[in-house]
């Protein structure tokens, strides 16, 4: 465990990851617990670690291994959930999540992790690290479980802006399906564009014109747009990726969260009712333990902000162990391929492909 030699993600072997260790709800031994299990299962992790130091020795101390893996930044601030966003860009500079954001924008760090304030996370995101040039708004992007060969289907926005109009679902899609590729390893992702029917006369006119735009530039942009599809869609393997405007996609990630957790409670309930009912339980524990697992949401914990010049990704308020694991482990795999430097690339392209075809439809020169 260092204290003075920093550490930079492009001269250190392995990948760094920067981690907010005091935005979580349940406090800092949890995130520290997340950490302790990504570093088991990858021994090319080192992480900057960012909140109260004493606090932050003892719980890393107790972990074998983290040893010699972390850089403790102390930082006496912490931003709470009911934070204003506009106040910690005023006055959160001795804060983690600060802290925590610049490790990624000075270079020493390939991604962000935080279970802080979402509106504060995603606004300090933008003023220190800027958007991608081209990119209007930033987006939340989630994985979704799905019955596709890789088990989630990618979907954004989930929340960073309720307002979308065409032009920005159109970079969704475009950001989307670079994630796919780097993230899910989809050499040419399907893209599908939520809405209340796939009729194509169905949906409000910004729906109808994205859904114009995406067709035309999917080719160039080497993605395939399978037009609109339905909310009984997101977990079918018809679709990589789901685009739709932060309002509904936030609304249907808290729905689909809460089903999982709901379908867990009564399946326990059930085999437990009567003595037969717990023999069945324990005649199906493997089919059981298999389902539990891929309805699990904190498997799919972490949402990543997409259309920034560095990868943030966001973990759950409430998280456990297991919840900051997993937007660990995604963090590192991003920061790895080199996500943000590889969207940036590949929004230009589009941008020129996408002003190219429209241009020679209008009969432009």
Not at 31 to 49: E, H, Q, T, Y
């Amino acid at each position: 465990m260092t204290h003075g030699t920093a550490l930079t993600a492009h001269t250190i072997p392995g990948t760094v990851l920067s981690i907010d260790a005091m935005g979580s709800d349940m406090g800092p031994s949890v995130v520290v617990a997340g950490m302790a299990l990504s570093a088991a299962k990858n021994a090319a992790l080192r992480f900057i670690v960012h909140g109260d130091r004493p606090q932050l020795e003892r719980l890393i101390e107790r972990r074998r291994d983290l040893m010699d893996r972390c850089e403790i930044r102390h930082a006496e601030g912490v931003v709470t959930m009911d934070t204003k966003p506009s106040h910690v860009l005023r006055n959160g500079k001795s804060t983690s999540m600060w802290s925590c954001i610049e490790a990624v924008r000075s270079g020493e760090a390939g991604a962000a992790v935080s279970c802080g304030n979402t509106g504060a996370l995603m606004a300090l995101s933008m003023i220190r690290l800027r958007k991608i040039e081209g990119v209007n708004r930033p987006a939340i992007a989630c994985l979704w479980p799905s019955r596709n060969p890789s088990g989630f289907n990618v979907m954004l926005d989930v929340g960073a802006d309720i307002r979308a109009d065409a032009a920005d679902l159109l970079q969704y899609a475009l950001m989307g399906a670079s994630y796919a590729r780097n993230g899910l390893d989809l050499p040419r992702p399907r893209v599908g564009l939520l809405n209340v029917g796939t009729e194509e006369h169905k949906g409000r006119a910004e729906l109808k014109l994205a859904a114009e735009l995406i067709e035309r530039v999917s080719k160039a942009a080497d993605f395939d747009f399978v037009g609109f599809i339905e909310g009984g869609d997101l977990p079918s393997d018809m679709v990589d990726v789901i685009v739709t405007d932060g309002f509904t996609g936030n609304v249907a990630l808290k729905t689909g969260e809460g089903t999982a957790r709901l379908i867990r409670e009564l399946l326990g309930e059930a085999f437990r009712f009567s003595p037969l009912s717990r023999i069945a339980a324990l005649l199906a524990y493997t089919s059981l333990r298999r389902l539990s697992k891929r309805i699990d949401p904190r498997r799919v914990n972490g949402g990543v902000f997409l259309g920034l010049n560095g990868t943030v990704v966001k973990s759950h308020g409430s998280a456990d162990a297991t919840g900051v694991s997993a937007a660990i482990k995604l963090a590192a795999r991003l920061a790895a391929a080199g996500l943000s430097d590889r969207l940036a690339a590949r929004l230009a392209e589009a941008e020129q492909a996408a002003s190219a075809i429209i241009q020679s439809e209008a009969g432009e020169p």
